[in-house]
């Protein structure tokens, strides 16, 4: 989890989205860009982490510099490159948006430059822009991308002993999009899509993209043992993760109920302004003999895992358990109890 891989399967899979043109590439390239790479440098630009765990005791913290210094190096060329990763052409009447940044650029299609800008405040929101300026009519594919996430998940069924909790898919939640005052619905595909869009475009176009972004849960393979019996929290391309400044009655003794009612709100005041989380689940606030004594129904909130440990030190998770049994009890070491 150190940062500069992250940064590498940012610019590993844009180069494998630009020799194939498969969403998959770009669905890889946004989450390590929002998470991985983004954790690595800390709110005031002068800390960083070398690795990013899932989880910590309150001991992880940025720091301003490693022996090995790859990592803020690699940040300080990073981030300023990430205009690159937004647009592409492909031939001169094909023009493809991978991420959804606010920004504008110029581009030939067909030998007229076309003056492109997008306006959004995705992440947050899902709202998306596209303004399209050719100083002539020009006809070409205006090619946007359909993450993924948007998608119902696949049918898991977990369990761990006697304990067991199957998810199923929920209704199709396709993004809309508005051209030209017609709206279509963009089919869903598991892995994402790129939908294109051909026209003879005019000065004053505009493709609108509205993103569904809803809380979901994920799950990690089972192969991972580690993450048997536990879900997290993702809105849109962000991974969430609960920290003890928000909880105080900690972190990694709380159970995040199967499919728990999530809500989500904006904190202009949080960090900048970000959305937060809010769910409730079963706290486990001691042990008698082999069983966990739990505070049921305890509501916790949740972050953006790249925003944690720019407050107060303390604990963190993202991999939530299912079930108090694999809870840890405050004061004790962690316990994987596993069937």
Same mark, same amino acid.
């Given at each position: ?36 790479? $983004?954790?690595?440098?800390? #709110?005031? /630009? ?50 493809? !948006? ?19 800008? #997008? ?8 709202? !998306? ?83 569904? $972004? ?21 809105? /849109? ?43 409730? /689940?079963? $706290? ?31 604990? #963190?998770?993202?991999? #939530? ?19």
């Amino acid at each position: 989890a150190e940062t500069c891989a992250a940064i590498g399967m940012v610019l590993w899979n844009q180069r494998m989205y630009l020799a194939t043109g498969e969403p998959r590439y770009a669905e890889i390239m946004e989450r390590s860009l929002y998470n991985g790479a $983004l954790a690595g440098m800390g #709110m005031t /630009g002068d800390l960083f982490f070398y690795d990013n765990p899932l989880g910590s005791k309150g001991d992880h913290h940025r720091v301003p510099w490693f022996d090995c210094s790859c990592c803020p190096s690699n940040l300080v060329r990073f981030l300023p490159s990430l205009g690159e990763r937004i647009y592409a052409t492909r031939g001169d009447d094909e023009l493809w !948006v991978a991420l959804y940044v606010g920004s504008e650029t110029t581009v030939e299609m067909d030998g007229v430059p076309v003056k492109v800008r #997008m306006e959004t405040d995705y992440p947050w929101d899902g709202k !998306v822009v596209l303004h399209v300026d050719p100083e002539e009519p020009v006809e070409f594919s205006l090619v946007v991308r359909r993450p993924g996430w948007v998608w119902p998940r696949t049918v898991r069924v977990l369990q761990i002993g006697d304990q067991r909790y199957e998810q199923v898919d929920g209704q199709p939640r396709g993004p809309s999009i508005t051209l030209g005052g017609d709206e279509h619905v963009a089919p869903g595909e598991e892995l994402g899509a790129f939908h294109p869009f051909l026209r003879t475009w005019q000065a004053g176009d505009r493709l609108e993209l509205q993103l569904p $972004l809803e809380p979901d849960y994920v799950f990690a393979d089972e192969r991972v043992e580690a993450n048997r019996g536990r879900q997290a929290l993702m809105r /849109g391309p962000l991974v969430y993760a609960a920290e003890e400044v928000d909880n105080p009655a900690g972190v990694r003794n709380q159970v995040s109920t199967p499919g728990g009612k999530v809500t989500a709100s904006f904190d202009p005041d949080l960090l900048g302004g970000v959305v937060k989380l809010h769910a409730s /689940g079963p $706290l486990v606030i001691g042990r008698a003999g082999t069983q966990r004594l739990t505070k049921p129904d305890t509501p916790f909130t949740l972050i953006p895992y790249a925003f944690w440990d720019n407050r107060e030190p303390g604990e #963190m998770v993202v991999w #939530m358990p299912l079930w108090p049994e694999l809870a840890e009890v405050r004061g004790e070491a962690a316990v994987v109890e596993q069937g």
